[in-house]
């Protein structure tokens, strides 16, 4: 009986997260006519007729939005790594006055809600004269990051010093030690911030809703959100937009399930 | 000598950018509080405290504020049915990981798209009412994001589907480290599963359920996406930083739009160092 209500419990919730899914890609392989006079929950009677994702693909430019999305992604994933590492080997493997000036600076940073503090940081960035360019969006995915550097300072500090030791006796530099040593022990916590980093600016709506107006520099959320004006009355092709977005991030969490389970847990918890 | 300063070299990029882009930030944004700024002028006109009097009296501004509560009270149903799932997950069960991705998997979508799965959903005629004529609830149906009295509800049920996930992972995840012995030595004693559950798992995830509360507070109040793409404000659904949006990027009043962003920030800090009052965390150690 327990038994039971529990597996009925997990049925419903399942139901309750994919229903929503399932019936927008229903509606994404509906011709505008069989979208009108179907309801939601009917199948399509093609699952071959794919002329609204042909559309959604040309009319939104998704091809760009993907484009501009991986350029902005490779950029600020690598600046991200680089910068977080050097600032966490600092803090793990040198004494330096001010040191808990520095990790309460970036901690009490971490509790600033990165949307409301935007009003101020628009005019820096416009002062730059970053605006509607991708650097914008590079800028702030590197400079809004703390919880990468803390990753990156708890994983060094498994990592045994006896190391970097043993080779400043073999006459290595700090540089070197980092980017011998330590650099490469680092694979796992880089793999970690790339993932939880790289899913965040992915789907990141607000920033380059306001730093990329252009349609020109659209990534892929914003490159969505432009088909709600024009496309309103088209629910079809709005659906197939919408599974092109959704598809890559189905994939990615079939192929590296465990890999986000464990970032997303550090993440969320350092 | 060069050693001293040699910290400061690694540090020097993360630091530049942490001020520049947080620091800096908030700073100006104090100062543009006091002043009548449109985010143009060469000058700034100083208005005294008249932003802040405005942000608490006005009602367009401090309704904003009550938005939060229905996301607020979300949270709390997203707590518990994470906390649920949690708990069942970490027993055995059939299909363990299959359920586990499903329960998951809405956290990882693009905020665009779960918006406008959503406004599908809630369409007139849409999937929902038709799932509820068919249960037999025809005459359930409402405007689901058109009725200012239903709008923030439907936004905050469709942030609990999006942040369910999150919430459950991070349970099940503490859950996990509570070591299996304690279990077996519980049985031996006789502890039924509703003791199991209140005696092992909640002390052993104490201070992942407090840390979701921080979360679901500045959260609630941070709310922007789902409404912004969904309603746009519109019907009754205007949360405090779609309000703060549009007041600063298309009515160019920069410094009101500052003063709500100082008044949500100080809130954030206030109930964040409540909640480390509260619940001390383990000390964050260096070296």
Sequence with gaps: MKKAAKYVSLIVASAVVLLPLIVVLFAAFKTHAEYSSSGPLTPPESWLNVDNFATAWTQGRMLLGFWNTTVILAISLTGTILIGTLAAYAMSRFDFAFKRLVLGLFLVAALVPGVTTQVATYQIVKSMGLVNTPGSAIVLFLGTDIISIYIFIQFMQSIPPSLDQAAMMDGASRFTIYRRIILPLMKPAIATVA?????????EFYIPFLYLRSPDLSVISTALFRFKGPYGAQWETIAACTMIVILPTVVLFLLLQRFIYNGVTAGATK | MTRRYAAWLYLAPALALLITFTYVPVANMVVYSFTS????????????LDNYVRVFTDERYWRVFLISGYYFVASFAQIAIALYFAVILSFNTRFRNLFKGILFFPYLLNGVAVGFVFLYLFQPDGTL?????WAGLGDQTHYWLGDPDIANISLAGTSVWRFTGLSFVLFLGAIQSIPGEIYEAAEIDGAGDWHKFRHIIVPGIRRIISLSFILAISGSLSVFEIPFIMTGGANGTRTFVVQAYETAFQFRQIGLASAMAVVLLLIVLLITWIQRRLVPDEEVTLS
């Design chain 1, 195 to 203: 993932i939880i980093k790289g899913i965040a600016i992915y789907n």
């Design chain 2, 37 to 48: 700024w449109d985010g143009l002028d060469v000058t700034m006109d100083p208005v005294g």
């Design chain 2, 129 to 133: 009412d038709t799932v509820l004529r």
